[in-house]
């Protein structure tokens, strides 16, 4: 990681615990202690082995995007591969979206393969990942509108969930269409800025347009590859799927840890609404998935939980979420050394 990522991660942690601080000031830190300390103890060590069911559900599904691409790797590598990639997601900012290229490099160099196929596998696995999450939340709000009426934090939560279900789609469907006009466009502008940076960092590439614009062709012929292919498809929206309903698993888990159950049905709407804050340009989306998380949690009609009972939830969930890839996928990132590509 080199200064100016460095800084950014920095800035970005620091914003994390800015928000985490404002949500313990206005839900209370000693009613979270207290609902922590009562927490089942082997209820919560369940919550741990869920997400690693998320984890290996998820592997699955790269290591089946990554053998439509001709690409083959073992179920125990691709888990491996999965927990770097969310080790990447977790310490940058912007999640996904900022994680990704450092996945792609640990794509290339644990199956070595190019760079761009690597890109074009986590860019379609986390691609994929968004149509059950959709789904479910679309699913689990309509099912409670037909329950009780709709807050207005509810509200806002369902409006954007039905506002991301039109626009990803639409802007991938135009991207799709004018893949060969961002491809030269891209080209033309990546290349020159690439041959400046090359004058400063050493990189073993050819870095003509050309050579760019060949590179960027070669990536939209791999997401082809992997929306033409309906079996890999198919395995892998379920294998998301699984994966999906693991992370609910584990934050119902942990609201039973604390003494608290909550409906199950509560979580399809919940979890999916709560991913939507790792688009935030906090590493990760940590801070503002717990806010919006216990924000939805605590106002859906029907679950008597405050706010210092869905915090406490909330903690131990993303305590597993987050820190067990981080775990895992540092010691991944560490031994393969991406940094040294």
Do not use: C
């Not at 540092?330 to 050394?337: A, F």
Request: zero cysteines; a neutral charge; glycine letters at 12%.
């Amino acid at each position: 990681m080199n200064g100016a990522q460095l800084r950014t991660t920095i800035l970005g942690f620091l914003g994390t615990f800015a928000i985490l601080g404002l949500l313990l000031h206005f839900v209370g830190v000693d009613g979270l202690v207290g609902e922590l300390q009562q927490a089942d103890a082997p209820t919560v060590g369940l919550v741990v082995l869920v997400t690693l069911g998320w984890l290996a559900a998820w592997g699955f599904g790269l290591r089946t995007v990554l053998g439509v691409l001709g690409v083959e790797v073992s179920a125990v590598k691709s888990f491996f591969i999965l927990n770097g990639a969310m080790f990447s997601n977790n310490v940058t900012p912007f999640g996904q979206a900022g994680g990704e290229p450092i996945t792609a490099l640990l794509i290339s160099k644990m199956t070595d393969t190019e760079y761009e196929r690597g890109l074009a596998a986590i860019a379609s696995v986390d691609s994929l990942n968004f149509v059950p999450s959709i789904t479910l939340a679309l699913g689990g709000a309509a099912f409670y509108a037909t329950q009780t009426s709709f807050g207005r934090r509810l509200q806002l939560a369902t409006a954007a969930i039905v506002a991301l279900s039109l626009a990803v789609p639409i802007l991938g469907f135009v991207g799709w269409r004018k893949r060969r006009t961002i491809r030269n466009a891209v080209g033309r502008f990546l290349a020159p800025a690439l041959q400046r940076v090359a004058r400063v960092v050493p990189i073993d590439a050819s870095l003509s347009r050309e050579n760019v614009e060949k590179r960027i062709g070669e990536f939209f012929d791999s997401i082809e590859r992997v929306a033409t292919d309906r079996r890999g498809l198919a395995l892998t929206l379920t294998a998301s799927t699984v994966g999906w309903t693991f992370q609910m698993v584990a934050l119902w888990l942990a609201f039973v840890a604390i003494g608290s159950p909550v409906p199950f049905s509560v979580l399809l709407f919940a979890i999916p609404v709560g991913a939507i804050a790792g688009a935030t340009p906090l590493p990760g989306g940590a801070g503002g998935i717990e806010i919006v998380l216990v924000g939805v949690l605590s106002a859906v009609p029907g679950v008597a939980v405050g706010s210092e009972t869905a915090l406490a939830a909330v903690v131990i969930f993303r305590g597993a979420i987050y820190w067990v890839p981080v775990i895992i996928g540092g010691g991944v990132v560490s031994i393969v050394g991406v940094d040294s590509m």
